[in-house]
Nanobody
Framework: QVHLVESGGGLVQAGGSLRLSCAAS????????MAWFRQAPGKEREFVAT????????YYADSGKGRFTISRDNAKNTVYLQMNSLKPEDTAVYYC???????????????????WGQGTQVTVSS
């Protein structure tokens, strides 16, 4: 079992920045691929970014490329999502997720991740 707790969400104006954190506990953090997803009201949960166990491989959704940066610190059992140049359409609940395998083909699928945090709200005002 892996327990995930997100933090760092909040209200920010368009063009601003936020840094989300996800602290993990339980099983060995470095054994898990980590990802961020988000879900806006009335919409499906969508992939944002993923990072491999070592941090050596990263993928981003097109919506966040050039603006979002995912990183991890295995010594601190934490994954981060730095979000810059935020837009109103980035408003959503952001979830971190952990999965036992890192797939370069299936990384965007929610079913690749076994453990999920409770989410943190990000609201971007125009």
């Amino acid at each position: 079992q892996v327990h995930l707790v997100e933090s760092g969400g909040g209200l920010v104006q368009a063009g601003g920045s936020l840094r989300l954190s996800c602290a993990a506990s339980g099983r060995t953090f470095s054994n898990y691929a980590m990802a961020w997803f988000r879900q806006a009201p009335g919409k499906e949960r969508e992939f944002v970014a993923t990072i491999s166990q070592s941090g050596g491989s990263i993928y981003y959704a097109d919506s966040g490329k050039g603006r979002f940066t995912i990183s991890r610190d295995n010594a601190k059992n934490t994954v981060y999502l730095q979000m810059n140049s935020l837009k109103p359409e980035d408003t959503a609940v952001y979830y971190c997720a952990a999965g036992p395998t890192y797939s370069t083909y299936l990384y965007y699928r929610t079913d690749q991740y076994y453990y999920w945090g409770q989410g943190t709200q990000v609201t971007v005002s125009s």
